[in-house]
């Protein structure tokens, strides 16, 4: 059988392939902070991988032209997904300061033993802004205890808040959520039990990234607080925005 020599395309794809393989490797192990950046770089690297293959083959072989055109159709198809889904999520990344609200909830994120995480700081950090005018509102902070974690997130977030002047007394802990969903179950029993029902506007305080989310499953009444990173930061809320592009696609095929 004769050998087809391989073309100038087909090193392109390959070496397009190892470069996203070694940015992958890079993000993987050693900026770990944007390793979900770094799984996409993988699959990248394997869908030109096969590309390459594809057009090597289709040089003689018709099912081959078939298959490129139909993985590069839905690579279109699914980068125009991805795009309003980011759109979605980015619009949602705002601070509502207009809209009255009964009550505030603070969504949990990691504690490093007993102290806020970056992005669970970020978080208190506005909670603690919007309060500054709002002496009078409840705050409800959601979280459960989780792997490497020496309190609870809920319990981290309103030992931050009180040492920082809000009184104990408007601080309810809500210890058992696990993950957003449950965050917000869990906080809309808590509000319901002081008479704070459905139809009620409660501002939600999160990441900005997940704030479309979260609204999306508080539903009506969701007041946006969005909780940003220093711009020191921008790499790994570049990493976080991508994720929760993927995280929207999960909930609405999969929930």
């Not at 390793?35 to 394997?46: K, S, Y």
């Not at 039990?193 to 999160?206: F, L, N």
Request: aromatic content about 12%; overall charge neutral; charged content about 20%.
């Amino acid at each position: 059988m004769k050998m087809i020599p391989i073309g100038n395309k087909e090193k392109i794809y390959y070496g397009l392939a190892v470069l996203c393989l070694l940015a992958g490797a890079l993000m993987r192990f050693v900026f770990t902070a944007v390793r979900f950046t770094g799984f996409l770089f993988w699959c990248a690297a394997a869908v030109l991988t096969v590309l390459g293959l594809l057009s090597h083959f289709s040089k003689t072989r018709p099912w081959a032209r078939w298959a490129r055109r139909l993985l590069l159709a839905l690579l279109a198809a699914g980068f125009a997904f991805f795009a309003v889904l980011e759109v979605w999520v980015i619009s949602w990344a705002r601070t509502d300061e207009e809209t009255p609200v009964e009550a505030v909830v603070v969504l949990g994120a990691g504690v490093n033993g007993t102290q806020p995480s970056l992005s669970l700081w970020t978080r208190l950090e506005a909670a603690l802004d919007y309060l500054q005018d709002r002496p009078d509102l409840p705050v409800v902070v959601t979280g459960s205890q989780g792997r490497g974690e020496d309190i609870s997130e809920a319990r981290c977030m309103y030992d931050w808040l009180t040492s920082r002047g809000v009184p104990p007394e408007r601080v309810i802990l809500e210890e058992q959520a696990y993950d957003t969903e449950q965050n917000v179950r869990y906080s809309k029993a808590l509000l319901s039990g002081m008479g704070i029902g459905e139809d009620s506007s409660v501002a939600i305080v999160t990441s900005g990234y997940h704030l479309c989310r979260a609204s999306r499953l508080w539903g009506e009444g969701a007041v946006p607080v969005a909780a940003r990173m220093p711009a020191r930061y921008f790499p790994i809320s570049i990493n976080y925005y991508i994720r929760e592009a993927f995280a929207m696609a999960e909930a609405i095929v999969f929930r």
